[in-house]
């Protein structure tokens, strides 16, 4: 059996100090992912709700991303330990192919003509940009030295943040600067969002490749050993090591494990409800009883006529009838009445889905006045997922800002206490949401949970990475992130029960639930055992003498 690491011993000694433009052009390729990871989380569930899914739908749709991240992740990280070429280095093969694939897969996502295929394409795009990710974490450990990671994290961090506030709002810019439509036809991908993931695709490129052609790695010291090992590493042996690693994780990382389970399971309720949620709640989408009981009279005479067809299934690909797109369709919009009824029975108005007002607004039967309700429901939806983009822009623009605050407060303090208020404070953040009623205090929320996210993206890595031993670094950060991917696995399985019998169909109590667990997440990291906490001092970059480093040297004029 191959030994679960690779042997590279240039990592096991003294790295000299990086300058700030290395730390910079290491860190860059992010600001691509980013744009990335951005598109996705805020445009997703808008995306899987345009092409017909309920609210209920969303967390099942959306378990693609923790489970691909579950396969490729630990994977990606043994194999790139085990890596290495003359010009291409050891992380930078992976950053490239992820590139690729991630740029395709977002010029491809929002063209999407079904459900099926959006949901098979976020698989397919969340592997592709998770190529690319995990071994920018690893990365900073394999550069830079102990006492520069924590910078090193919270650069990485700044251009997260940076990319996010850019993608996300996108499809704002686009429809108010350029008058891209924020609409379409009930089924189809509104133009300004298409729009964004084209750019977003450029984006995610132009930035994994700048990194790639700036920055150096440092060679295995003892070639002929790790060749040795690499030539007994075996393709079932690594996927065996990559996913038994949960069970041999170092203390420091186990304590920081279940902070990350606390933490992602907040933040994947964000992802998953936040547009519906908000469009709900702070946005006028209501309608009358009487133009409800109208809508639900159409929907119910047109489910007779097609009452022997039955509705395509999710997993057929084959071309479907008109009958059979009728069906599908309206068992849809029947699914939205069900839960209208069920939990707004009492209401003076209803709030209704998207969905059913595109559907209502292709019938001939309804007056100009209910006409305009309609629209107005159908602009209130565009014009809040919109505003959200904007919010999420906010959000990772405090970020990218409070990012350089990081490194000082956690001078000044500990990594640990750093990472607890933080997420603190973001966990307040989510909750405030509960209290908010106008767009520009979702904004302010969104916010106060930038500081967190500024946190999380970087303090965690920083803590563990010190607790690593530094041939095993890509290895164990990609074990690491089991424990980001399986809070939205139980999420995605546990989200829709809560909110149907536990918050009654108002997702916005799912947000609340989110900040809840944020705020105790902070708290266990209070317990976290971070024995490599480095108190950042002022110095200029050196050159360590008689290190043996071929590679990255003070002088490369690339770095």
């Not at 011993?9 to 992010?30: C, E, L, V």
């Not at 159908?378 to 014009?383: C, F, I, L």
Request: one cysteine or more.
């Amino acid at each position: 059996m191959a030994s679960p690491t690779a042997t590279v011993s240039a990592d096991t000694r003294d790295k000299p100090r990086m300058s700030f433009w290395q730390i910079w052009n290491m860190s860059f390729g992010f600001l691509g992912i980013q744009f990335g990871f951005e598109l996705q989380n805020s445009n997703v569930s808008r995306i899987f709700e345009t092409l017909g899914a309920s609210k209920d739908d969303l967390p099942l749709l959306w378990i693609a991303a923790p489970l691909t991240g579950l396969l490729v992740q630990p994977i990606v990280g043994y194999f790139s330990d085990r890596t290495w070429h003359p010009t291409w280095g050891r992380r930078r093969p992976f950053f490239f192919l992820g590139a690729v694939l991630a740029t395709l897969s977002l010029f491809i996502m929002p063209n999407s003509g079904s459900l099926l295929i959006a949901a098979g394409m976020l698989w397919v795009m969340d592997a592709s940009i998770n190529i690319s990710m995990e071994p920018f974490r690893a990365f900073v450990g394999d550069l830079l030295p102990n006492n520069q990671r924590t910078t090193g994290f919270a650069t990485q961090s700044f251009f997260i943040g940076i990319g996010s506030v850019i993608a996300a709002g996108l499809p704002w810019v686009f429809t108010n600067l350029f008058d891209i439509a924020n609409i379409a036809p009930q089924g189809q991908i509104p133009p300004s969002v298409k729009y964004a993931f084209y750019a977003g695709g450029v984006a995610f490129f132009l930035a994994v490749m700048y990194t790639v052609v700036t920055t150096r790695e440092y060679p295995p010291a003892n070639m002929a050993e790790f060749e040795r090992e690499k030539a007994g590493t075996r393709v079932f042996d690594g996927l065996k090591e990559s996913f038994m690693g949960i069970f041999h994780m170092p203390k420091a990382m186990q304590q920081l494990a279940v902070v990350q389970l606390f933490t992602w399971f907040a933040l994947f309720a964000m992802w998953i409800y936040s547009t519906n949620a908000i469009t709900s709640n702070i946005y006028d989408m209501h309608v009358d009883n009487k133009l409800f009981a109208k809508i639900e009279q159409r929907v119910q005479a047109a489910s007779a006529s097609v009452k022997d067809v039955e509705a395509k299934s999710f997993f057929d690909l084959s071309a479907a009838t008109a009958a059979e797109m009728q069906a599908k369709q309206l068992t849809a919009l029947r699914n939205d009445l069900a839960d209208i009824n069920r939990f707004q029975s009492g209401n003076s108005d209803k709030v209704i889905t998207t969905n059913l007002a595109g559907y209502a607004l292709k019938s001939t039967d309804f007056t100009p006045a209910e006409v305009a309700t309609l629209t107005r429901v159908q602009q209130q939806y565009n014009d809040g997922a919109d505003w959200l983009g904007i919010c999420s822009s906010v959000r990772n623009g405090v970020a990218a800002l409070f990012a350089f605050l990081l490194p000082v407060l956690a001078r000044r303090t500990s990594r640990r206490f750093t990472h607890m208020l933080c997420l603190v404070v973001g966990g307040l953040g989510l909750i405030s949401l509960r209290f908010v009623d106008t767009p520009a205090l979702l904004a302010v929320a969104m916010g106060l949970v930038g500081i967190a996210w500024a946190s999380i993206l970087s303090m965690p890595y920083a803590m563990l990475a010190g607790a690593l031993p530094a041939n095993k670094m890509g290895y164990y950060m990609g074990v690491f992130n089991f424990f980001i991917v399986i809070p939205q696995i139980v999420a995605a399985t546990v989200l829709g029960f809560l909110t149907i019998h536990l918050f009654s169909g108002n997702t916005l109590s799912v947000l609340v639930l989110g900040g809840v667990t944020m705020v105790v997440g902070g708290l266990l990291t209070l317990r976290v055992d971070d024995a490599d906490d480095i108190r950042l001092v002022s110095a200029e970059p050196v050159a360590l003498e008689g290190g043996g480093y071929d590679a990255p040297v003070e002088t490369d004029p690339r770095l």
